[in-house]
């Protein structure tokens, strides 16, 4: 977890970023205006812009992208309540580390679109379908991530606790659980990276209202910047949440407990 930046640093990253993003599009109209891309293939940048401020003025770009967040909290939700006691049972039961944790670890290698199949087999093509692929993307990821922070708890904390009278739950608490929170969003970040990639893909397999179907429209259209501007609404998305969610949120663990764990 990093450490908190000054306000001089910040806005110095911001103006790096803000010149790296402008030497990048510049780079991008050059070789549009020299006839080095071919539009057909690969979309000038004014192309994409106007392909963005159409999708938000008709708010079609906006309503899919409500209906994939709608979806990916859903099942985000579902694998941070499941994934986090998961995590600890693992690292407190070592039978249930040798024969579940294995087989997670296994699963865990296995890129999610893989459950597509055996979610289209158990629930038809459905919202249901997508969700247990989200679910599963992320579910496995949080737990593993949980498991190997609670595990890592250096055992002189441990003792300390037990010393001061933190026993059973009161353990977990008071000492556990506020030891492995640094790592908890740890695997909280990297659980949504898998969940809203594993959600993509599943919506371009499954045609419904969402980014992921977007991208698959403008594909079967050959509008390539409908395609291009879906990807940068997309990763515009995931940057918001690591910025603003989990930045705040790691900001906010510092602050209580600090760099516990690090």
């Known amino acids: 977890m990093s450490s908190p930046q000054t306000p001089q640093r910040r806005a110095a990253t911001f103006v790096v970023r803000a010149i790296a993003l402008a030497a990048v599009i510049g780079t991008w109209q050059i070789?549009?205006?020299?006839?080095?891309l071919n539009t057909l293939f690969f979309p000038t940048p004014s192309q994409v812009i106007n392909t963005l401020w159409r999708g938000f003025a008709d708010r079609s770009l906006l309503m899919a992208t409500a209906s994939s967040l709608q979806r990916?909290?859903?099942?985000?939700?579902?694998?941070?309540?499941?994934g986090i006691p998961l995590g600890f049972?693992?690292?407190?039961?070592?039978?249930?580390?040798?024969?579940?944790?294995?087989?997670?670890?296994?699963?865990?290698?296995m890129p999610s679109i893989c459950w597509l199949p055996?979610?289209?087999?158990?629930?038809?093509?459905?919202?249901?379908a997508i969700q247990f692929v989200v679910i599963m993307g992320s579910l496995l990821a949080i737990a593993l991530a949980t498991r190997d922070t609670a595990k890592g708890i250096p055992r002189l904390i441990l003792r300390a606790g037990h010393i001061l009278g933190a026993q059973g739950w009161k353990l977990y608490r008071h000492v556990v659980l506020p030891a492995s929170l640094p790592g908890i969003v740890s695997g909280a970040k990297l659980g949504w990276s898998f969940a809203w990639r594993s959600l993509m893909a599943a919506e371009m397999l499954y045609v419904t209202t969402g980014l992921g179907s977007a991208l698959t429209m403008g594909r079967e259209l050959h509008d390539m910047s409908m395609v291009v501007a879906t990807m940068l609404l997309i990763m515009m998305v995931g940057l918001a949440f690591n910025r603003w969610m989990f930045g705040g949120i790691e900001r906010l663990i510092q602050a209580r407990w600090g760099p516990i764990g690090l």
């Open 31 to 36: 070789l549009s205006s020299l006839n080095l």
């Open 72 to 82: 990916f909290f859903v099942g985000y939700a579902v694998s941070l309540l499941a």
């Open 89 to 109: 049972l693992l690292a407190r039961f070592r039978w249930l580390e040798d024969t579940l944790g294995a087989a997670a670890l296994g699963l865990q290698s």
């Open 118 to 128: 055996l979610a289209v087999l158990w629930f038809g093509l459905s919202e249901m």
